[in-house]
């Protein structure tokens, strides 16, 4: 057998061998898909925010009842209701309606009418 042959069967042994050990990729952007450490909170403990920080993430589950103009919409769990600050990035081309139950991951922003949550990202229930 020639060195260019074996050295084709060679390169296609290594090829076909790491594309059974290589893992399955997602779609480009994606991220990691597992258990995460951050807790659920509730309005009522957001809105008590002088023992959060401000800028600090949160996860709250509810739904986002009411549309209040520009990116600012109504958010109610079974605590209570508070502002969340929606921009289109968030959305990530869903639509929600009030009777979707969400989770709303977000920081805590301290302005002089309260606390509200911009909120980086809505996952459905």
Partial sequence: MSNSLKGMILALSVLGLAACTTPPQTSLGGGFDGPHQQTVMTVSQVEKASVIDEGQMVLLRGHIVQALGGEDYRFRD???EMTLIVPNSAW????VTPQQRVS???RIIKEFDGVKLYTIAIRLD
Avoid at 92 to 95: C, D, I, N, Q
Wanted: no cysteine; proline share 0%; glycine share 30%.
């Fill in 104 to 106: 709303v991951q977000g």
């Fill in 78 to 80: 079974e605590s209570g």
């Fill in 92 to 95: 990530a081309g869903r639509v």
